[in-house]
């Protein structure tokens, strides 16, 4: 549908949008045979972090993620699973490279603005995860690539970012209003950023750490209870965004079924800082 959409276009006449969401690598992952036979379980190589499970409970155990591979992890689940990935991403690779030769063809390249990004990564046997529900590497590295007119190529920007940034970017770029209900910045501006990256990335990570010193050093609730909220506005407090009096709705819902591990998480993250 997306090349017959290419097809149709006249960006001459009229402006065009087409936003392709693929199923890949997304389970079920049925890649076509071909692309499964390029990977013989025997060539498929095991991350050498596989672990049988994770180290301890992060709160998402029982998730269907989580549920796809057996407890505990084995070489063999892990290696089919690696298979069936790499196959259906490669196949999808395909699918994009098609839509690309065509807008070669149509000769739309040049005037194009294209972006690329996906779901977080999944973990596949690292660390004993199946699922991208974590906050390792191979979840959080999430691909947005853009590429178009007035963007520098083959430039690599290694800076904090999130996808709900794509859409501001684009009307930046394409000099389209934005929205007032949009809340996430705009990326634009790094693409014409002439500082190198690490400096840009320094800049960044201490914005991080400036927001993260920030939390740290307000006070933990006395103790964990699914049914107190601590507004952010509206009252003196003795913290910022936290009241000195929480508010508490009693039966609003039943107690959080992972109160036990934020708990054991509070007490293990605060001994961490005291160290």
């Not at 790094?190 to 914005?207: E, F, V």
Request: hydrophobic letters at 35%; aromatic letters at 6%.
């Amino acid at each position: 549908m997306a090349r017959a959409f290419l097809a149709d276009v006249r960006p001459a006449e009229r402006p065009f949008f087409l936003y392709v969401a693929l199923h890949a690598p997304h389970d079920p992952r049925q890649a076509p045979r071909a692309w499964l036979d390029r990977y013989p379980p025997s060539a498929v190589r095991l991350p050498p972090n596989l672990l049988a499970e994770h180290p301890f409970d992060q709160g998402d155990r029982p998730i269907r993620d989580e549920l796809l591979a057996p407890f505990p992890r084995t070489p063999e689940a892990v290696r089919l699973h690696l298979r069936e990935y790499l196959a259906i991403v490669s196949h999808a690779d395909e699918q994009i490279s098609r839509l690309l030769d065509d807008l070669d063809r149509r000769g739309l390249t040049d005037d194009t603005t294209v972006v690329f990004s996906g779901d977080p990564g999944l973990a596949l046997g690292e660390h004993g995860l199946m699922g991208k529900q974590s906050m390792y590497d191979h979840s959080t590295r999430v691909p947005p690539i853009i590429a178009g007119p007035g963007i520098p190529a083959g430039r690599r920007i290694n800076r904090l970012t999130y996808q709900a940034s794509i859409y501001p970017t684009l009307c930046d770029v394409l000099a389209i209003p934005l929205p007032d209900t949009v809340q996430f910045p705009s990326l634009a501006g790094w693409l014409s950023d002439t500082r190198d990256t690490a400096t840009a990335a320094a800049g960044d990570r201490a914005a991080a750490d400036d927001t993260g010193a920030s939390l740290r050093r307000v006070p933990p609730p006395p103790a964990v209870d699914p049914h107190v909220l601590w507004p952010t506005h509206g009252s003196a407090s003795t913290s910022p965004g936290r009241p000195s009096t929480p508010t508490r709705w009693p039966g609003c819902w039943p107690p959080a079924p992972n109160a036990g591990s934020v708990r054991r998480h509070r007490r293990r993250v605060d001994g961490r800082d005291r160290r």
